[in-house]
């Protein structure tokens, strides 16, 4: 068990452009979480997959935000056009069936 | 919606002293409860979880949390604070009476500890 992955780390961009995120759950995990969190508050939920299933979407997800899990195993997140709000950290989380829910290290966004 | 409040931003406490950290909800039902702590530029590493039965619930690192239907809280304690529990650290809770999965984060209490 190695736990939640995510990559990258860290990614700086320029505001308009386009990025990309890669979570990898905890293997046989089924479900899997995205969160963001900005700084001096805790994460917000973003989106949810049972396998390859998006099963809840939150409101802060705009037309912008576009999240996969094709084959029910690692995930992305997209983020089209980025703007100077969308800097912060983007946690992916992961469980197996339970209400329990494993984080990664997360990705840190800084947009210029 | 629920919602989680984590009435202090910020707390001082000596090496060896023990430690409150406070979290209240507001959900209709028995919500699930959980307890998280965050090193700067890390992820969140979970320290306990209640979902029902005993209301005093154990974790790692020592720390324990008691849930207290009365007063819509999920304190988490310490009764001897170690210098590397320097960090900040979050109360959530999730929906046990819908099929919603989403977790509802407080704002989180940082904890600094003085030698």
């Known amino acids: 068990d190695t736990g939640v992955s995510q990559d990258p780390r860290h990614k700086i961009t320029k505001r308009g452009q386009n990025v990309t995120f890669r979570c990898d759950p905890i293997s046989e995990h089924n479900r899997l979480y995205w969160y963001r969190q900005t700084l001096g508050q805790g994460p917000e939920f973003l989106t949810y997959?049972?396998?390859?299933?998006?099963?809840?979407k939150s409101r802060l997800l705009s037309d912008r935000f576009s999240a996969e899990r094709p084959k029910g195993s690692f995930s992305t997140l997209e983020i089209q056009r980025t703007e100077q709000g969308d800097s912060a950290m983007y946690l992916c989380?992961?469980?197996?069936?339970?209400?329990?829910?494993?984080f990664g290290p997360g990705t840190r966004l800084l947009v210029l | 919606a629920q919602s989680v409040t984590q009435p202090d931003i910020h707390i001082t406490v000596s090496e060896g002293a023990s430690l409150e950290l406070r979290c209240n909800y507001s959900y209709g039902a028995t919500p699930y409860l959980f307890w998280y702590v965050q090193s700067p530029g890390q992820g969140l590493q979970l320290l306990l979880k209640?979902?029902?039965?005993?209301?005093l619930v154990q974790g790692i690192k020592g720390f324990e949390a008691e849930f207290k239907r009365s007063q819509s809280s999920f304190n988490l304690r310490k009764p001897s604070v170690h210098w590397s529990d320097a960090a900040e650290y979050f109360c959530a809770v999730g929906e046990s009476d819908t099929g919603r999965r989403a977790l509802t984060f407080g704002s989180g209490t940082r904890l600094q500890v003085q030698p």
């Open positions: 989380a992961s469980s197996a069936g339970s209400e329990t829910q494993y």
């Open positions: 209640y979902f029902s039965g005993d209301t």
């Open positions: 997959f049972q396998n390859e299933a998006q099963l809840e």
